[in-house]
């Protein structure tokens, strides 16, 4: 069974720092894409990664770019996402997803109906 647990979360102002964990279990690490989506509730959720590794590159949404950074510990299964600067407007559930890499291409950022497995999520709040 495929799980992948998010841990983390949690309330700060504005100007904090918070640390996402993704750990995943039941498939193999190393052959999957990792990303990190948010959703407010209430609202859909954004239609791209905020952050991404694939075989040949990162990849950052324009607006966590220069602040959040992941990054990933293969023989720990564990995706992670070290949050910077935060803002009010970066409230919202995190989840961490997988995608396999066999098939990928760079545009599947975009497309989280490529993405196989989802975390249950963990809740970001940030205060002004």
């Known amino acids: 069974q495929v799980q992948l647990a998010e841990s983390g979360g949690g309330s700060v102002h504005a100007g904090g720092s918070l640390k996402l964990s993704c750990v995943v279990s039941?498939?193999?690490?190393?052959?999957?894409?990792l990303g990190w989506f948010r959703q407010v509730p209430g609202m859909e959720r954004e239609l791209g990664a905020i952050a991404g590794i694939d075989s040949d590159s990162i990849t950052y949404a324009d607006s966590v770019k220069g602040r959040f950074t992941i990054s990933q510990d293969i023989g720990m299964n564990a995706l992670y996402l070290q949050m910077n600067s935060l803002k009010p407007e970066d409230t919202a559930v995190y989840y961490c997803?997988?995608?396999?890499?066999?098939?990928?291409?760079?545009?599947?950022?975009?497309?989280?109906?490529?993405?196989?497995?989802w975390g249950q999520g963990t809740q970001v709040t940030v205060s002004s």
């Open positions: 039941g498939l193999a690490f190393a052959e999957y894409c």
């Open positions: 997803a997988a995608a396999p890499k066999n098939g990928w291409y760079g545009g599947n950022w975009n497309r989280p109906g490529q993405f196989e497995y």
